[in-house]
């Protein structure tokens, strides 16, 4: 607004509190904070708002309006992953990061902030434990977060400005990955079956420009869903031209799958979304990054570590940060990478989901992922016109090639209340299956888009079978 209001949600919007403000800060008027703006990137009008909303129950009225666009999960099955996934959701741990303690807690030191301090450590150690590392920061914004900081500390530690990236990986966390990484170039090897061609990747490697190459990197499960079966000779690769390897990865697979770094990874990075954080309106996310205790690796995570200590009372520890002089938070402006506030919550979401499942349930998740990913595949397979678009081992996703073009399947399927995947080419569906889709509900999925080719203009609905 151009005339002087004051808005009942926005702090400091009366005249006199932004005059003291202005004469505080010397500043003549609020553009002088926007000096530094190129004059052609800035609009020079108002921007087109609708008319404010005074009441407050006109503002109830309006999100309300919003949020009943949405449609529940519960009432139509659904096989979209695409990096937000249908995992199940205890009700433990919904009901431990309500508690006032943790849901309230931004901020804090280890004097005063034990129970929070302490929850972290306990989610890196069950991370640590899961992935077979060393070290595991609290939780980044997202994956994508972590995965961009990860390939910049390769950069930084070999001086290096080129990235290698050998898989499938997801459109929207390539593109923001580029975007971080500003000043290192992220070069594409295209893939061979869904999985690293390790061939060209040698050949990248030894080629003209092979020595400025600072990482690897490694997607798996990738886009596609496919797991990545080389990693011990892609880190034999990496290391032989003095890069590192960096892996981005969901941990919700290694219950059954052999951890990136006992293969040889450096860096392991990824979102624990899958982690009993849920898939609420496209969340939560939040993201990690794990290592070897290698100074010259932990040096360079610009995250906060939490590791425990002894007290000055006998028998007593306490939990606090460790290394804090490389952080940002330490340094201010000479940090390497600045961090902020951390999606510290979700930390403890992942942390009471990993100690409710132990070693045991995540075995048996991963197995149970493994099964329905395979059966579904034969279900999809099996009609006609319908082929499994390689023959690589899947986790949870997978791609189909339709006859006819996929966006048209999707529309029919949708009429039949199925959502049967994302579309990825003119031909081709990423398919999502998890635990919480049963053989019952793959059955249908799989009789749902055989009847959307074979009778296109049929829809039948059982309403007692909508999920």
Not at 162 to 169: G, M
Not at 190 to 202: E, G, K, N, Q, Y
Not at 265 to 279: E, N
Not at 382 to 394: K, M, Q, R
Request: hydrophobic share 45%; charged share 20%; with cysteine.
């Amino acid at each position: 607004m151009t005339e002087p209001r004051v808005h009942p949600y926005i702090p400091n919007t009366a005249p006199a509190a932004k005059a003291a403000m202005l004469a505080a800060t010397g500043a003549a008027s609020v553009e002088d904070f926007y000096a530094d703006i190129p004059d052609d990137l800035r609009l020079h009008r108002p921007l087109d708002l609708p008319p404010a909303l005074v009441a407050e129950e006109d503002l109830r009225r309006h999100v309300a309006g919003l949020l009943a666009r949405n449609e529940s999960s519960d009432r139509r099955l659904m096989f979209l992953g695409g990096g937000t996934y249908p995992h199940a959701v205890p009700a433990v741990v919904t009901e431990v990061i309500n508690r006032g303690e943790f849901l309230t807690a931004y901020a804090g030191e280890p004097y005063e902030d034990h129970g929070r301090f302490q929850a972290l450590f306990e989610y890196a150690s069950e991370m640590a434990e899961l992935l077979q590392t060393d070290v595991v920061t609290i939780p980044t914004y997202d994956g994508f977060q972590a995965t961009s900081t990860a390939l910049a500390m390769c950069a930084r530690i070999t001086g290096r400005s080129t990235v290698l990236l050998v898989s499938d990986a997801d459109a929207d966390k390539l593109s923001r990955v580029t975007d971080f990484l500003a000043a290192v170039q992220v070069r594409r090897v295209p893939t061979r079956d869904a999985v690293a061609d390790l061939d060209a990747v040698a050949a990248a490697l030894g080629e003209e420009g092979g020595d400025d190459v600072a990482a690897v990197w490694v997607e798996t499960p990738s886009a596609t869903g496919a797991v990545e079966q080389a990693l011990p000779r892609l880190a034999e690769l990496a290391h032989a031209a003095g890069a590192l390897l960096v892996v981005g990865t969901d941990p919700v697979v290694y219950g059954i799958v052999e951890p990136p770094a006992t293969q040889g990874a450096d860096l392991t990075c990824g979102d624990i979304q899958s982690l009993g954080l849920g898939s609420w309106f496209g969340g939560a996310h939040a993201g990690f990054l794990a290592c070897a205790d290698d100074p010259r690796l932990v040096m360079e995570l610009p995250s906060r570590l939490f590791g425990l200590t002894t007290t000055d009372v006998p028998g007593e520890l306490g939990f606090g940060d460790v290394a804090y002089e490389r952080t940002s938070f330490a340094v201010r402006e000479e940090g390497k990478e600045w961090v902020g506030t951390a999606a510290a919550l979700w930390g403890i979401a992942a942390g009471v989901y990993l100690a409710l499942m132990g070693p045991q349930g995540m075995r048996e998740l991963g197995e149970t992922l493994a099964l329905r990913t395979r059966y579904a595949q034969q279900k999809l397979a099996a009609i006609e016109g319908v082929e499994l678009a390689d023959d690589a081992f899947h986790l949870r996703e997978f791609v189909i090639s339709t006859p006819i073009p996929a966006a048209e399947l999707v529309g029919r399927c949708r009429q039949r209340h199925v959502e049967p995947g994302i579309v990825r080419g003119p031909s081709e569906l990423t398919v999502c299956v998890t635990e919480l889709h049963s053989k019952a509900e793959i059955d249908r999925l799989a009789a749902v888009v055989e009847s959307a080719l074979t009778a296109p203009n049929t829809v039948v609905v059982n309403q007692e079978n909508l999920r």
